[in-house]
Each structure stands twice: as structure tokens, then as C-alpha cells.
């Protein structure tokens, strides 16, 4: 394709053409620019990657961890250095403002820190005398290949969610990013180069479902981490088992807040807006349902419509926007389609941000949307729209309120504002999600935390970032040892 560029994997070290003829246009989502020509590689493709790592682990396994983390050190720095350019790839090809993508840039760079700790964290424990002259230990050992799928919406973060921890404990790595927005990705593994990890040790494939089966299938893949949908995530889940993999598969959201009466509306307000039309709903952990209770009710809806109606959105290049496009036209084709039938069902439209914006037209612009008392039994009160869609409910009581969000099949996050440690102690106990927010409106874990998702949001047991990582990136050895005495020659 003339003057667009063709992107390469990245194996053994090196760039290499794909092995297959399918293609797929990476776009500008805010100006429908062409920004590259990316290859959806092949099983062939894969196998060759897989065969890259795998040749790699035995010596990357024996570097000693002390030796493995300062290649994390140097890349510590490579993406400090680097942050601005990033920043402005990522808006590029995900939409979302230059500040969101420095700030999701600052959570890869605290993973790639929390995994310098690896000496200390990959440290198993024992015991002497487990009987008489008997001692026991358990180790920690890398698995070998380990892969991870990742999402469209954090380009430059979520890669990095397991890419340090990975390498760190001594596995080789095979990123699949998302064939939506791969050139963060590939940016950071051609900066990556100058570290000179051992070719195979870090290896890039840009591939959609074709390659992620290939993975999935392929015998010498040892772990899969996945970050997406929740059916991609249950297929993932089922494959990996059927192939016999360890596996950790993040899913969606529909992530609801609870707004009691003594709360702090204005700021109340404020944080949820952030929270619901930041990257433009695009956020896992966006909130997407705000339920009200008693009294909160009038005040909220007032406040919300004010802030929501003000923010301004556009490309996310531009230094006053505040909310940039969905990523592709489908996907505002299809929140669309999700208004229109929250309207169907009975909800009262407050703003509706699917009339002409004066966006660029190429874009995929949607504005900030409300939808007041979305019924229960709307398929879209389950139904995650991942996009600049707040439905607001209400409940009489905050039992009822805990209700309401316990009915929703995903368990990312839930938020309480209250000025009430009662009610906050409550809702911690008894809310059945993962993350929770305590007058938080992105309840996001740092990086040396559990990225914590239950239900639909998550399938498997060890979850992504901090220890969690090291669990999933290691396997634990039991040694039981006796020397006796006599059995020893006399020094
Ligand atoms: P997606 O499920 O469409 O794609 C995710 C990855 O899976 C991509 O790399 C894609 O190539 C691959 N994929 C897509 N379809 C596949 C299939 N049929 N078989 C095998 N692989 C397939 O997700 P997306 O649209 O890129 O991202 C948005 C979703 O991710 C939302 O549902 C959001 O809630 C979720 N998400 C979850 C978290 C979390 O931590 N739980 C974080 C970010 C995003």
C-alpha cells in the first residue's frame, strides 16, 4: 500500500515480513487517517516466534535474576525517555486525549518497577527438621514461553501488565497486541532493541484471532494471559484449558457507582463524570451505571447532566480536549444501536450525545450520553456498552442499591460515595466485584496490587500485576532432603 507503512513482527531478534497475506488498516479513530498496514499473522508466523522463545529460555532461565532485573532497570529509563513520544502514538491510533495516554504510560512504568523486585519476590520459603535431619524447600521456577493477548483500549499499559513480571521471573515472551492499535507496541519493541535483551527473550506478533488460536494451540506455550471481552475471554478460558496452558483471562465490565446523600455531590459528581466519559467510556473500570439512593437523586441528576453536557470533545491530539472518539465506526454504530434501545426499553434520554457534534466528521465521535432510570429488565442494564454512556438508576434504600449492582453478571469494580464508614465498611463486605472504590471513581489498582476482577470481568485464579504476577509467571518446586552423616565420607 503506497506511502502507508507496513508493519513487521518481531522475532529472534529481528523484524520479519509476515508469512501471511492478510492485512488489516490500522486508523486514525478521530480523523480516519490510515496510520499503517498491519499483518495478521499466520500459524506459521507464530510457530516461528514460539520457536524464537523457546530457544531462548534455557540460557534466559539461567541469567541470574539479579542480571535479568537490570534489563527492567534500563527499560525503566528507555520508557521514561520516551514517555511523550508514546503518549502521542498511543492518541494516534486509540483516540483518547495525549493526558490519558501519559498517565496509562505511568502504570507500564510502575510494573516494569514493581517487577525489579523480582530477587526478593521470587523467593520461595523452607523449613529444617520437617523430621529428624530432614529439611524441605519450596523454589519458584519460570514455566518457559509464556504469551499475552491484549485489548484495544490501554495500547501502551496493558502489555506491560505482564511483559516485565514475565521476563523477570525468566519465561520468553510473545505479545499479541491488538490488531487495532499495534503501533504503541511496536514503538516500544523497536526502542526496546537498544537494551539488547537475547534475541527471542522478547518477541511481538500482530495477529487477530487467528494467531491467538495458533498460540493457544501450540504445544510449547506454557501460560496465556489475556485482557479483552468477556466471550473472548470464556473461549480463551476453555481453549487454554483444553490445551492444558495456565491461564488468566481479565473480561468486560459494566461497573456501577452508589451515590448516597451524604455524600459530597459537586465533587461526587465531578469524580463520576470523570469516571464514566474519561477515554471516552473506553476504561474497564469507566463507570457505567450510576445508582443514586434516597435523596441523592435530584442533585445528581442536576449536577451530572452540567458537567457531562460541558466537556469537550475532539481529537485527542488537541491540547483543550477532553474526551476523544470511539475506536472504530462500528463501535459508535453500535453504542448507538445500545441508546436507541435503552430509549426502546423505557429510559428517559437526559443528554444524547449521538447528534452532530461538530467533531471532525471522519472521526468516531460520540458526545457524552445520559440515560435516567434504564428498567431492570432492559437487556442493557447486563449488557457492558464501552463507550460515553452513563445510565443512571435509583434506589430507595442503599440495601436496594447493593441489590441493584449484585444483579449484574460482572464483578470489575464498584464504587460507594458516602461520608459513612458504616455504609462504606458494608458495601466493601458485601459487594461482590473485585476492585472496589471507596469515594473513588477509578478504582485501579497500582501496580504492586492484584488487578482484581470476579465474575464475567474474570476467569482464573491469579490475577494480573504484583504478586499475583509472580505466582502466575512461576512454578513452585518442593525439595525434600536428608544427608546423613554416615553416608558422607570424614573430612
Ligand atoms: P476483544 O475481546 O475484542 O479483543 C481482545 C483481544 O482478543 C485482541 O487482541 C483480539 O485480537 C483478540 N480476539 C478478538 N476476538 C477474538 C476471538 N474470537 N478469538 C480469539 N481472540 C480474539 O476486546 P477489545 O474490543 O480489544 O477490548 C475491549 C474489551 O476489553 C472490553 O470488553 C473491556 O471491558 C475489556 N477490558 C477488560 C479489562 C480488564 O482488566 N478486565 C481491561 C481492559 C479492557
Not at 495525549?98 to 517487577?115: C, M, Q, Y
Amino acid at each position: 500500500m503506497a506511502g502507508v507503512r507496513e508493519l513487521k513482527h518481531y522475532y529472534r531478534g529481528e523484524w520479519s515480513g509476515s508469512k501471511s497475506t492478510e492485512y488489516r488498516d490500522v486508523v486514525n479513530p478521530a480523523t480516519g487517517e490510515k496510520l499503517a498496514h498491519a499483518p495478521l499473522a499466520s500459524k506459521e508466523d507464530v510457530n516461528a516466534a514460539v520457536s524464537a522463545a523457546a530457544a531462548a529460555y534455557p540460557a534466559w532461565r539461567r541469567t541470574p535474576p539479579e542480571d535479568r532485573i537490570q534489563y527492567l532497570f534500563k527499560l525503566k529509563q528507555l520508557l521514561e525517555d520516551h514517555v511523550e513520544e508514546l503518549a502521542q502514538i498511543c492518541t494516534q491510533e486509540n483516540g483518547k486525549t495525549v493526558g490519558e495516554s501519559r498517565a496509562e504510560l505511568r502504570r507500564a512504568i510502575e510494573n516494569v518497577e514493581v517487577a525489579c523486585g523480582i530477587p526478593t519476590l521470587m523467593q520461595g520459603y523452607n523449613l529444617e527438621d520437617v523430621a529428624s535431619g530432614i529439611d524441605e524447600m519450596m523454589i519458584r521456577q519460570p514455566l518457559g514461553v509464556t504469551a499475552a493477548i491484549t485489548p484495544f483500549n490501554f495500547p501502551a499499559m496493558i502489555p506491560f501488565w505482564f511483559l516485565p513480571y514475565a521476563i523477570a521471573c525468566g519465561n520468553t515472551f510473545i505479545l499479541k497486541a491488538s490488531e487495532k492499535v499495534p503501533l504503541t507496541m511496536q514503538r516500544a519493541f523497536e526502542l526496546m532493541e537498544a537494551l539488547k535483551f537475547p534475541p527471542g527473550v522478547l518477541n511481538l506478533i500482530h495477529g487477530d484471532k487467528a494467531a491467538v488460536d495458533a498460540l493457544l494451540e501450540h504445544p510449547e506455550v506454557r501460560a496465556i494471559s489475556f485482557v479483552g471481552s468477556s466471550p473472548v475471554a470464556k473461549y480463551i478460558y476453555a481453549q487454554a484449558a483444553k490445551f492444558g496452558k495456565r491461564v488468566q483471562c481479565q473480561g468486560g465490565a459494566k461497573n456501577h457507582v452508589l451515590i448516597l446523600p451524604d455524600a459530597d455531590l459537586q465533587t461526587t459528581t465531578r469524580i463520576v463524570s470523570d469516571s464514566a466519559f474519561g477515554c471516552a467510556g473506553q476504561r474497564c473500570l469507566a463507570v457505567s451505571v450510576a445508582v443514586t439512593v434516597g435523596e441523592a437523586r435530584n442533585e445528581f441528576t442536576q449536577e451530572i447532566a452540567n458537567v457531562a453536557s460541558s466537556i469537550r470533545v475532539g481529537n485527542g491530539l488537541d491540547k483543550d480536549v477532553q474526551m476523544g472518539p470511539v475506536i472504530t465506526a462500528q463501535s459508535k454504530k453500535r453504542i448507538e444501536g445500545l441508546i436507541a434501545a435503552g430509549v426502546n426499553d423505557g429510559a428517559r434520554l437526559l443528554l444524547d450525545g449521538r447528534a452532530g457534534n461538530g467533531a471532525t466528521s471522519a472521526g468516531n465521535f460520540l458526545k457524552p450520553t445520559l440515560l435516567d432510570g434504564v428498567p431492570a429488565a432492559s437487556a442493557l442494564s447486563a449488557t457492558e456498552i464501552f463507550g460515553p454512556v452513563l445510565s443512571l438508576v435509583h434506589a430507595r434504600t442503599l440495601e436496594e442499591g447493593i441489590e441493584t449492582l449484585s444483579r449484574s453478571p460482572f464483578g470489575n469494580m464498584a464504587s460507594i460515595f458516602t461520608s459513612s464508614g458504616a455504609a462504606a465498611r458494608k458495601f466493601r463486605y458485601e459487594v461482590p466485584a473485585g476492585n472496589i472504590g471507596i469515594n473513588i471513581g477509578v478504582a485501579a489498582p497500582m501496580a504492586y496490587f492484584p488487578f482484581s476482577g470476579w465474575r464475567d470481568s474474570f476467569l482464573g485464579v491469579l490475577h494480573g500485576q504484583g504478586r499475583d504476577a509472580v505466582e502466575f509467571y512461576t512454578d513452585k518446586k518442593v525439595v525434600v532432603e536428608r544427608w546423613p552423616k554416615e553416608w558422607s565420607r570424614k573430612f
